[in-house]
């Protein structure tokens, strides 16, 4: 599911669940967990990637699709905790995106405090409206924070994915890098954040992401209900089916 491995003070966090690293209820909860006790250890740093051409292919709709509302009602707030866990880290966080990184997967490299991906086909981005459902404000918060402000209405509003190129200048990245290298390079921004002391680099992160904390609180208060009820509407229902069956025609990632 999750593999660490550690190399001298950086753990390498890889995701290995299923095909396409796709975000399922369980995946959240465990990912969650996985990232909370690695904050705890004795590690300076920490890598997170995938596997193959795929980053995180994003949530698991066929799922969600399955669930209903119950599903959806566990799922969103596991959805929100994991970003959470990752974007308010008290460790350096690198992402080193290794192949597609759509909606979900994408949310997850942005919490990450550098990023960086490979130079390849892979695509980028949020593409959650033209599935059919909204940000929830953790998600809203983290990519507002993330994503150069110039760009970040026509990532958000425009739905789509982007290339490595195209990313960089959107500021869904931070840097391209040879897939031969991807990892190396990774290392390496993690041990160049992990060289500033422990104590100070959490102060200072938490200090620059308090706004993103205080608007995920005051958004998430008033938005709840509304976000559910979107959620779970049968238009919801029949978008995300819509979208799925679309998508599904078109590639063998067999998730958004």
Known sequence: MFDVERKNDIEILRIQYGPANAMDLNFCVELAKTIRALEKSSSRAIVLTGQGKIFCAGV???Q?????????????PALDDVLEAFFFCNKPIVAAVNGHAIAGGC???CTAD???MVDSKAQIGV???RVGVPFPAVA??????????AFFEEVILGATTYTAQEALKKGLIDEIVDKDQLLTEAI?????LASVRPEVFS??????RQPVREAIDSRTKGQEAELFALWESDDTHAAVSAFVARTFKKSDIRRE
């Open 188 to 192: 390496s921004a993690a041990e160049a």
């Open 64 to 76: 969600l699709l399955e669930g209903g509302a119950d599903y959806v009602r566990q799922f969103l």
């Open 114 to 116: 550098r990023r960086l």
């Open 203 to 208: 102060f200072s992160k938490q200090q620059i």
């Open 107 to 109: 949310l997850l490299a």
């Open 60 to 62: 698991d709709l066929p």
């Open 127 to 129: 593409v959650e409206l």
């Open 140 to 149: 809203l918060e983290i990519m507002r924070a993330k994503t150069s402000s």
